[in-house]
Nanobody
Framework: QVQLVESGGGLVQAGASLRLSCAASVRTIFSAYGMGWFRQAPEKEREFVAAIDWSNDNTYYADSVKGRFTISRDNTKNTMYLQMNSLKPEDTAVYYC???????????????????WGQGTQVTVSS
């Protein structure tokens, strides 16, 4: 069964905003150490964007998005969000949400620390 489903991507002009949503299963919410957002641009490797450590509610951001993106969650809706403001063309990518269910290390910045992944939602920012 699909554990995570992203939505909210689209085509916008530089400087615009988008809010991505990640709907998670109840089992995933209960078992996760945290959740995060990653992105992958064409011809590029998947990179970390933002994450929440659920043990202490600490948030983490890639330097490239700090101050522009905000990660949050709504437990009543089993949904995680990524608010993206001041979008730049270099933000263009497929965005994936992920859940850290199995503990490998205390890191939330590495993709291989996450167990479940959504199928992704496309974000395209034109100049």
């Amino acid at each position: 069964q699909v554990q995570l489903v992203e939505s909210g991507g689209g085509l916008v002009q530089a400087g615009a905003s988008l809010r991505l949503s990640c709907a998670a299963s109840v089992r995933t919410i209960f078992s996760a150490y945290g959740m995060g957002w990653f992105r992958q641009a064409p011809e590029k490797e998947r990179e970390f964007v933002a994450a929440i450590d659920w043990s202490n509610d600490n948030t983490y951001y890639a330097d490239s998005v700090k101050g522009r993106f905000t990660i949050s969650r709504d437990n009543t809706k089993n949904t995680m969000y990524l608010q993206m403001n001041s979008l730049k063309p270099e933000d263009t990518a497929v965005y994936y949400c992920a859940a850290k269910v199995i503990y490998y290390s205390g890191s939330f910045h590495q993709g291989n620390e996450y167990t479940y992944w959504g199928q992704g939602t496309q974000v395209t920012v034109s100049s």
